[in-house]
């Protein structure tokens, strides 16, 4: 039977599954000020990382209607939606109801909408897993089963250079940003059921970057199974050295590096890194 996945526009894609005709992308879009930006093919990083920086208000998404879920969903019989976590955005939900109101009208078709509980780099990991059962020749059940069993194993962590979108939404306050850029130091995150938690921080980039390896050491199970993924956000040589220096201890069996798209570099923000295994 013939499948798709679609993911929303936070499921940060690798050259070649861009190029995969199973994958396709539905776009959020992004509000910066009066500027608004589809988080599609044409989006432009620099032009969206110059606008966050030039904006005092905290940039916005609009999840994807139902209808363009549905418009993704022709041409297969299996389909496998991946969308980022439920607690950031409403894309879950909006996946959600256009797979009740698909099924209404071709109901020998199989939907499965996956709330992905990460963003990004994690979502690239689902997309991966879904692609490697598919070619392996498992059933849409079978295939359903064990990115759900992925998906509640995987871990998500990030380190971020710039902290004015946490501060724009209220998830710091304007003293701990103003300290934390005049101090130069950089929180290590992570996310936990979906929901982004402070793990740890350091004084400068590079040691938080070595920080958060170290929880990756520390947590990781199962890495020769596991693909090591690295989202950055205008930083690639940021996250060769994370890529390197988490290949060194731990045995992954491989790891893949991915440029952010719109939604991602939101989060991410300029010199961002988000991993996930």
């Excluded at 297969?76 to 996946?95: M, P, Q, R």
């Excluded at 598919?134 to 971020?160: I, P, Q, W």
């Excluded at 938690?197 to 350091?202: G, H, P, S, T, V």
């Excluded at 199974?225 to 940021?238: G, L, Q, V």
Aim: net charge neutral; with cysteine.
């Amino acid at each position: 039977m013939s499948y798709k996945i679609v993911g929303d526009s936070c499921t940060d894609l690798t050259d070649n599954m861009r190029q995969d005709e199973h994958i396709s992308v539905v776009p959020l879009t992004l509000q910066v000020g009066k500027d608004t930006v589809v988080d599609d093919s044409r989006f432009d990083q620099a032009r969206f990382l110059r606008l966050m920086k030039e904006c005092s208000e905290c940039p916005k998404s609009a999840c994807p209607s139902p209808e363009a879920y549905m418009d993704a969903f022709e041409g297969a019989d299996e389909i496998f939606v991946i969308t980022l976590s439920s607690h950031l955005s409403g894309s879950y939900n909006s996946a959600e109801l256009a797979k009740v109101l698909y099924l209404e009208k071709h109901p020998n078709k199989k939907i499965e909408v996956i709330d992905s509980r990460s963003a990004s780099a994690g979502q690239t990991l689902l997309a991966m897993k879904i692609t490697q059962e598919k070619k392996a020749g498992a059933s849409f059940e079978e295939t359903v089963n064990r990115v759900e069993k992925f998906r509640n194993s995987m871990k998500t962590k990030f380190v971020l250079e710039n902290l004015d979108n946490l501060r724009k939404n209220g998830r710091l306050s304007n003293i701990t940003a103003a300290l934390c850029s005049v101090l130069n130091i950089k929180p290590v995150m992570c996310g936990v059921e979906g929901v982004i938690e402070k793990l740890d921080q350091a004084r400068g980039m590079t040691k938080a970057l070595l920080k958060m390896v170290k929880y990756i050491e520390e947590d990781v199970t199962d890495a020769k199974d596991r693909i090591f993924a690295i989202a950055h956000c205008n930083c690639r040589e940021r996250a060769e050295y994370v890529k390197n220096e988490v290949l060194r201890r731990i045995p992954f069996q491989s790891a893949v590096i991915v440029d952010t798209a719109g939604v991602s570099s939101m989060y991410a923000n300029d010199g961002g890194i988000v991993v996930a295994y």
